[in-house]
């Protein structure tokens, strides 16, 4: 079936924990270089790069939780679609049911062409 949103959503979760594991590494970088007792211009240098790569990393972390946040957004955007599709299928076999000639060339169910489908919606 087309837009598994149980699946889109384990993909929503997934970014959101590497966002999580980016930001413990970033955390253990950062202990790491702050135990370090090395001194001089090398030393400093060293800790401005790595705060750069910090820095990075933590814009890494932050789209992975935007791409989760879409996800789930987009996860929604799909049910209700198909909850549009099920209430037009729904309707239209109501019709069907109480004597509406069959020529209408129904999709099957759950499919998306009943969002074009064309009926007498004034009945």
Request: net charge negative.
């Amino acid at each position: 079936m087309y837009g598994d949103t149980a699946a889109i959503r384990r993909l929503a979760t997934e970014q959101r924990e590497r966002a999580t594991d980016i930001r413990a590494e970033g955390r253990a970088l950062r202990a790491r270089i702050g135990a370090t007792t090395w001194d001089g211009l090398g030393a400093e240098a060293m800790r401005s790069r790595a705060e750069e790569r910090l820095r990075g990393l933590e814009g890494v972390a932050a789209r992975h939780e935007r791409a989760g946040e879409a996800l789930d957004h987009h996860a929604g955007q799909v049910d209700l679609l198909r909850e549009l599709i099920a209430s037009i299928e729904h309707r239209a076999l109501g019709w069907l049911a109480d004597g509406l000639d069959g020529a209408l060339g129904l999709p099957p169910p759950g499919h998306l062409d009943w969002l074009h489908v064309d009926l007498p919606w004034g009945r």
